[in-house]
C-alpha cells in the first residue's frame, strides 16, 4: 500500500530537481553572455582597430579633418551677375558664426592630426623595438 506522503515526497524530490537544473542553465547562460561581452569589448575596442590599420585610421582621420574644415570654411565666390546683385561687402565679411565654425574646424583637424600622428609614432616604434 502507498501512503498519502509518498506522491508528495515525490513531487518536491522533481521540483527541487528542476530548481537545480534552472540554477545550471542560467549560470551557463551568465558564463556565455560574460564571453559574449569581452569578446565583443575586444572587437570594437578601437585601439585594437587602430593598432591593427594604422596608417587606413590615420588617412581617414586627415581625410575627415580636411573634409570638415572645408566644408566649415567653404563661401562660394559670387559669379559676375550675381556680384552684380549682391552687396559685395557684406557677403565677405565673416560673420561670428562662421568664424566660431572655422576656427572650431581648424581645432578639430588640429587634434585629429595630432592624434593620428601620435598613433602612428607608437606604432612605428612597437614595430622597431
Do not use: C, W
Not at 515525490?10 to 542560467?26: D, F, M, S, V, Y
Not at 585594437?48 to 575627415?64: D, N, Q
Amino acid at each position: 500500500m502507498t501512503t498519502t506522503n509518498e506522491p508528495l515526497v515525490g513531487i518536491q524530490a522533481r521540483i527541487e530537481e528542476l530548481q537545480n537544473t534552472i540554477a545550471e542553465k542560467e549560470e551557463q547562460i551568465k558564463t556565455r553572455a560574460r564571453k559574449l561581452k569581452e569578446g565583443l569589448q575586444e572587437e570594437i575596442s578601437p585601439t585594437k582597430f587602430i593598432r591593427r590599420h594604422p596608417f587606413e585610421t590615420v588617412g581617414t582621420s586627415f581625410l575627415a579633418g580636411l573634409l570638415i574644415t572645408t566644408a566649415l570654411r567653404s563661401h562660394r565666390s559670387p559669379s559676375a551677375q550675381e556680384e552684380g546683385q549682391l552687396n559685395t561687402t557684406s557677403q565677405f565679411i565673416p560673420t561670428q558664426g562662421k568664424t566660431a565654425l572655422s576656427a572650431i574646424g581648424l581645432e578639430v583637424l588640429r587634434s585629429v592630426k595630432d592624434l593620428g600622428f601620435t598613433y602612428l609614432q607608437r606604432y612605428l616604434d612597437n614595430k622597431i623595438k
